[in-house]
């Protein structure tokens, strides 16, 4: 029970952190959106940059779990691509946490939670072995500081291009996914 009720506290504290960012996310609205009261989700809870901190976490072990389950004898573009394709899903659906800002309150709460660090460096670790075996077989520019592109591939999951095509209408999610993609791993070139 008391599993069930944190997953749907971080399932608002997700949504609300993709819509408003942490500064403008409330614990009162988390508990709102929780359909619970405020004193219950300090049960769960002791702050805000907690409740942050738990989607985060929440979020790395999603894509942890993914880059696990990924077969074997796929690439390591391959690879890279279907964690980034996650990212702009679960960015689509209004899921994926907004990573923090350098000036943000946030930032100096994650790099003191232990757990998030680890998951973040298991990740970071996982994907950068793929970036190095995908430059060395020529898939990826060798040219590029590996963590350049760890970075940006980092950068895909809050990427403010899905918004904004979304709102469009012009195209589905799908299309959306597959055009960014396209520009993040073959570029902007003819």
Not at 145 to 160: K, M, V
């Amino acid at each position: 029970m008391q599993l069930a009720r944190e997953d749907v506290i971080l399932e608002a504290v997700n949504h609300l952190l993709a819509s408003k960012g942490f500064e403008l996310m409330t614990v009162d609205e988390v508990a709102a959106e929780a359909g619970i009261a405020k004193a219950s989700l300090y049960r769960h809870f002791a702050s805000k940059e907690e409740l942050a901190a738990a989607a985060m976490v929440r979020m790395l072990d999603q894509a942890l779990a993914l880059a696990d389950s990924l077969p074997e004898q796929a690439g390591p573009v391959e690879k890279l691509q279907a964690l980034a394709r996650w990212a702009m899903q679960t960015q689509l659906a209004g899921q994926m946490p907004a990573l923090p800002h350098a000036n943000s309150a946030l930032v100096g709460a994650l790099s003191r939670h232990q757990v998030y660090l680890e998951r973040v460096f298991r990740l970071s670790d996982r994907m950068g072995e793929w970036i190095v075996q995908a430059q060395e077989q020529g898939l990826l520019a060798a040219d590029l500081p590996p963590q350049l592109i760890l970075y940006n591939l980092f950068a895909r999951a809050c990427d403010p291009v899905l918004h904004f095509l979304k709102v469009s209408g012009a195209h589905s999610d799908e299309e959306i996914i597959a055009l960014l993609l396209r520009t993040t791993f073959t570029g902007l070139a003819r």
